[in-house]
Structures are given as C-alpha cells and as structure tokens.
C-alpha cells in the first residue's frame, strides 16, 4: 500500500475511532529503498501498512510509533549508520543508528493520530447552529441533523448526541437516540417538558437502564439563559465530562506536556535483543532471524547481518562482551 491506499487507508481507521500513527519519510539519502514522501500507517498494536523502508528500517519506526501512540507526543527520528552525521544533528531529533550493510539513511517525522469526538446535534434551531460551530471550533467532528435525517448510522457509542428539536420531534428523536447507546444523549428542554418526555417514553416501554442515560435537560444549570449561553451550557458539559473519563469510549483529552519536557526514544522497553553485527534493537521471537553458536541464539535485523555474524562470529560475540 502507498500512495493513495495510505490516506484511504488512514480515513477508515480515522473514522472506526482507532489511534493510530502516520509515518512520512522527509529526507533519504541513498542508496534507500524508500522515497521522500513514502508514508507508513503504525497501529497500536505495531501492524504497519504502507512502505517505509526495509528491514532494517521498518522495526524502528514500528516501535517508535508504538512509543508515540503511547506518549502523544509526534517526534522525528533519524536512521543511519554511527558515524554518518557527526555533530550536525538538530536539536530534537532523536538519532537511531542502523548499519545493515546499507550507507543509506532516512528521516522520518512519526506522528500520533487520535479519535476525535462525535458530535451529532438533532435539530435546526438557532441553538443547534451555536453549539455545532463551538463543537468544531474545538475540533471535534460534528454535524446537524434534522428530524428526518437523523436514525442508525448516525451515531455509535463513540458519538454525543444533543436532541435539540425543542418540541418538534423531541419524543421520536430520544427513542431513536437511546436505542443507539451514545456515550452521551441529551435533550434541550425545560425541566418540566424533560421529565414529560422521558415520562411518555417509559410508558411505550423504552428500558429504564436507557432513559436513565438522557441528560435532561442537557448542560450544566447555569440559570436562565439565552439560546447561545445554552449551547455554551452544553458544551460545557460534554467537556466536563470527557475531561472525567465519564464518557466511555470517547477518551480524555491527554495532558500538556510542560514546556522543556523532552521525550527519548526507547527502543530497549520494545526489544528482547540486541543484533551483534550492527547494535539494532531486535524482537527475540520466533518471526526474527536467529542463529544459535556454541548453545547460545543471536538474533539479527536482517539477512545481510545473520551471514555477517555467520562467517565470524567470535569477532562479533567478542565485541558484545567488551
């Protein structure tokens, strides 16, 4: 996958509400087998799709985009052999060398991709416009819905769902709300006209466990209110409570880092072993390459390594030891 398959790609697992990493090469030298501009798709679980190098490249960006998934934090990384740079390294840039039998090197910026909030307003008053451009200001995904719009497909248990009909629906779009399981489901009602709906609910038997989720009326109780301080109210609230964890599966937002604060790269914390021709970090499983001297297994990043050690090992074995 490249090209176009990447960012295709990138939108389904945006859309699924998966984290995930998006890996570009910024800068090569050759010889390489990847090009400027070549993207690689990391999920959480280290599955790679897309073209980002060999093999000797591919296992450090999978783990650097593991720890970047897990710290929040984008960073780029430089990959080449020990002595390729010197000192002209910019500050930041985290430098892993690689010495698989290639002089090549690549930069790569890794950065973490997160699920963004749902946001579904049912409705088409003056309120419902408020409160959808305050949802995108914040960058989350939102759109409005009117009655005849609105119904499966629409939200999930990763979606914040505000029915905002005000006496034109209200009943309906509930039902038709809690049967989807919204992390979040409020209706923007006065307390009297809330419990009368819920109250009409009930009676056509919607599950108590489901009309116990309705937020209504839905926002924080800031008094009376004009229509904009309302959807105000209401953000407020789904902030609130996303910042608390309270929503399920939508996740909170992830904490600042404090200015200065420098993430390292740690590729040991992934790795079993060591490959003793060229220093990479290697997973010691049973996918890697191997080769057992004298009772003990080596692990190698790539083939060229394995046939390196191969023909003199006690060179490279010595060399590990001191």
């Not at 929503?247 to 904490?255: E, K, M």
């Not at 290697?282 to 009772?295: K, P, R």
Request: charge should be negative; charged fraction near 20%.
């Amino acid at each position: 996958m490249n090209g176009l398959g990447v960012l295709e790609r990138l939108g389904e697992l945006a859309r699924s509400g998966q984290t995930f990493a998006l890996a570009t090469v910024v800068w090569r030298q050759g010889p390489s087998s990847s090009k400027q501009g070549s993207r690689a798709i990391i999920t959480a679980a280290g599955e790679l799709d897309g073209w980002i190098g060999g093999a000797c490249a591919e296992p450090v960006v999978i783990r650097a985009a593991k720890q970047v998934i897990a710290d929040g934090e984008a960073r780029l990384i430089l990959l080449g052999s020990p002595d390729q740079f010197g000192a002209a390294i910019p500050e930041g840039m985290t430098v892993v060398p690689i010495s698989c039998q290639s002089e090549g090197a690549l930069e790569i910026y890794i950065e973490p991709v997160f699920p963004v909030p749902h946001l579904v307003v049912v409705g088409k008053s003056p309120m419902a416009s408020t409160l959808a451009d305050l949802g995108r200001a914040l960058g989350w995904s939102t759109e409005v819905l009117g009655t005849q719009d609105f119904g499966s497909g629409h939200a999930d248990e990763r979606s914040m769902v505000v029915v905002a009909t005000q006496g034109h629906g209200d009943e309906d779009m509930v039902e038709r709300a809690v049967a989807l399981r919204p992390a979040y489901l409020g209706l923007v009602a006065s307390r009297k006209r809330a419990e009368a709906v819920l109250g009409y609910l009930a009676e056509r038997g919607v599950p108590k466990d489901q009309l116990d989720r309705v937020h209504a009326p839905a926002g924080l109780d800031l008094g009376r209110t004009s229509h904009e301080e309302m959807a105000v109210a209401i953000l407020a609230e789904l902030v609130q409570l996303r910042a608390s964890g309270a929503l399920g599966h939508i996740p909170a937002p992830r904490p600042e880092l404090k200015p200065g604060h420098r993430l390292e790269l740690k590729l040991a914390e992934h790795a079993d072993a060591v490959d003793p021709v060229c220093g990479m970090a290697v997973t010691a499983d049973a996918s890697a390459l191997q080769l057992t001297h004298d009772g003990v297994t080596y692990y190698f990043c790539c083939a060229g390594c394995r046939r390196t050690f191969a023909d003199n090992p006690d060179a490279y074995i010595k060399a590990v030891q001191t």
